[in-house]
Antibody, heavy 127, light 107 residues
């Protein structure tokens, strides 16, 4: 069964740090790009970060740039998000999501899409 | 950054109704547009990718269309399990922005 399981969430004080992990199983992790997406309480989805399968390309949302670091260990089938200098507005459920590609033959390009999601881990930043 | 604007932000409908949700990109994104469904307390689930391709296992009452800047998600006949939140997302450029969401409620 294809599965993603996040862990590492919890309660942390403002300015503190947390490291989230995402364990992948049931598919060849090393061939898929991965993402972190978060959702604040009662709010919509917010994309956080992306890492290419080889770790050669990384992107961040402006809201976390310079504070969060995405990484992966393909030998351990694991994705990580190191979160530093946490703020109250980082309080959210954090999801990891696998990315797959579709080749559109009519347009001669690949479209990326997030087709497998974990169940999420909750991060609460509060004093 | 590419902004994704969904409308309406919420709608009330009845079982059996046909509904359409619109997503507009602030600039051209070709067909790099995906749609997700999210039920309360659950992770999002992929419905449509590349604007109009139905994800495996998703009922055929769901369909997507559009290209460039304007996209739609249509549910041809609402089922009770379709009452949920729906989000569009572009993957043309980073940041891979989501729309603000549309909550579909029971009338």
């Amino acid at each position: 069964e294809v599965q993603l399981v996040e862990s590492g969430g919890g309660l942390v004080q403002p300015g503190g740090s947390l490291r989230l992990s995402c364990a992948a199983s049931g598919f060849t992790f090393s061939t898929h790009n991965m993402n972190w997406v978060r959702q604040a309480p009662g709010k919509g989805l917010e994309w956080v970060s992306y890492i290419r399968s080889s770790s050669s390309t990384i992107y961040y949302a402006d809201s976390v740039k310079g504070r969060f670091t995405i990484s992966r260990d393909n030998a351990k089938n694991s994705l990580y998000l190191q979160m530093n200098s946490l703020r109250a507005e980082d309080t959210a459920v954090y999801y990891c999501a696998r990315e797959s590609q579709y080749y559109d033959g009519s347009a001669y390009h690949y479209v990326n899409y997030m087709d497998v999601w974990g169940t999420g881990t909750t991060v609460t930043v509060s004093s | 950054d590419i902004q994704m604007t969904q409308s309406p932000s919420s709608l009330s409908a009845s079982v059996g109704d046909r509904i359409t949700i619109t997503c507009r990109a602030s600039e051209h994104i070709s067909n790099y547009l995906n749609w997700f469904q999210q039920k309360p307390g659950k992770a999002p689930e992929l419905l449509i990718y590349a604007a109009s391709s139905l994800q495996s296992g998703v009922p055929s009452r769901f369909s997507g269309s559009g290209s460039g800047t304007d996209f739609t998600l249509t549910i041809s006949s609402l089922h009770p399990e379709d009452f949920a939140a729906y989000y569009c997302q572009q993957t043309y450029f980073a940041p891979r922005t989501f729309g603000g969401g549309t909550k579909v409620e029971i009338k």
